[in-house]
């Protein structure tokens, strides 16, 4: 009687090996996919292993040289199997990599995001993972090529939560539902917001703000029209029960730099881009969007302490997803490898360093963050009439 290791993510291919081997005695332990089957390699022997080949995520060929490293495995047979004949298919899969598709270009935050957390699965993994930066339409045109891809797990996307929920309803023309054509893997960070404004509006505190926007009309900065920084600062002044005059930008760095010279009264934008013009007295900032006072400017409140519970500075959050019908495993393995990256100490702290907070969640804990910015920013979208073209 031997004590045998399956390795398949194949419901039929395990069944037809539960039916060749179980009634010969021997004990069969059985693992969904190659990192499972790596861990129960280390946890205890076998006498023989059966793997399909073609497994996603982490095939055959990478387990097995991930078992050829363990001492307890040398001499231990090998059997494969796979669902394909043909033997360029077998190749393929061998070498086949992960594509993670950033909708923006290199260098932002997200594009940050996405290479760490790749960095860290590629190790985990031991599979090529290439991170391609795919800009245009406020990040439609790299969601788009991924709701179009095979729903294999070997092409993702990291987004901002306005290519989720928000977009869709901004540009309908894009033909893309953030709710329909994904399959949510989960939150990786969010980004929380500060309220900067130019120090040469006389301000020193977010009640005394309050106070001169109820007096006149200021002029705000956003990173364009029905971009985060547009409607969480309309919502704020909703809030307030002011209006103020919209002065749409293209991109964060011109809006702040709006704000540090005068040409407006106020933006949101991220700690680490506010920082630095708060150091040289250009910018002062005067609440943050999270649910706790940030590290970097300790002496500033949040919106909470403010006495506004419900923030209506809604931070930014990086999802996880992959194209639609991508089989429940496949998700599930994905998340967990991606919640393990992200709260693993380096990653963490090159994230907090980038103004961002690590934020592991369920495929449904995204689900519900995105249902909740289709009402709430869908209705905002719908009374301000917002329409963007592209």
Do not use: C, W
Not at 81 to 97: G, P
Not at 236 to 249: D, F, S, T
Request: glycine share 8%; hydrophobic share 50%; aromatic share 4%.
């Amino acid at each position: 009687m031997a004590t045998i290791l399956t390795v398949d993510d194949s419901p039929s291919i395990r069944q037809m090996i539960r039916l060749v081997l179980a009634p010969n005695g021997h004990v069969i332990v059985e693992a969904g996919d190659g990192s499972e089957g790596l861990e129960k390699a280390k946890a205890e022997s076998f006498d023989l292993v059966v793997t399909d080949l073609n497994m996603p995520v982490m095939n055959g060929m990478q387990m097995i040289r991930g078992l050829r490293a363990l001492p307890s495995f040398t001499g231990v047979p090998i059997v494969f199997l796979t669902t394909e004949s043909d033997d360029a298919v077998k190749q393929e899969a061998k070498a086949k990599q992960i594509l993670l598709v950033v909708p923006y270009p290199a260098g932002g935050a997200v594009d940050l995001a996405a290479r760490l957390v790749a960095e860290k699965l590629r190790l985990d993994f031991g599979q090529s993972i290439v991170v391609e930066n795919r800009p245009g339409a406020n990040g439609m045109v790299g969601a788009a090529a991924v709701a179009r891809a095979q729903p294999d797990g070997y092409t993702l996307l990291m987004a901002p939560r306005e290519v989720f929920g928000i977009n869709p309803i901004l540009m309908p023309q894009q033909a893309i539902d953030g709710k329909r054509d994904f399959a949510y893997i989960g939150v990786v960070a969010t980004g929380p917001y500060v309220l900067v404004v130019n120090p040469g509006l006389g301000v020193n505190s977010f009640a005394e703000l309050a106070a001169l926007a109820k007096q006149r009309e200021l002029a705000y900065a956003s990173f364009g029209k029905g971009s985060m920084a547009h409607l969480n600062i309309e919502a704020l002044a909703r809030r307030l029960g002011v209006k103020m005059v919209h002065v749409p930008y293209r991109g964060a760095p011109p809006a702040v730099t709006a704000v540090a010279t005068g040409e407006v009264a106020l933006t949101i934008t991220t700690p680490p881009a506010a920082i630095s013009l708060m150091q040289d007295g250009k910018l002062k900032a005067i609440a943050v969007g999270s649910d706790r006072r940030l590290p970097q400017m300790n002496d500033v409140p949040t919106m909470a302490e403010l006495g506004l519970a419900d923030d209506p500075l809604i931070p930014n959050f990086f999802g996880l997803v992959a194209p639609a019908r991508t089989p429940a495993p496949i998700v599930e393995r994905l998340n967990a490898a991606a919640a393990k990256a992200i709260t693993a100490p380096e990653i963490a702290a090159k994230l907090e360093a980038s103004g961002l907070v690590p934020a592991p969640g369920s495929p449904s804990d995204m689900a519900r963050l995105v249902n909740a910015d289709v009402e709430r920013f869908g209705r905002l979208i719908r009374e301000l009439d917002i329409k963007v073209s592209e």
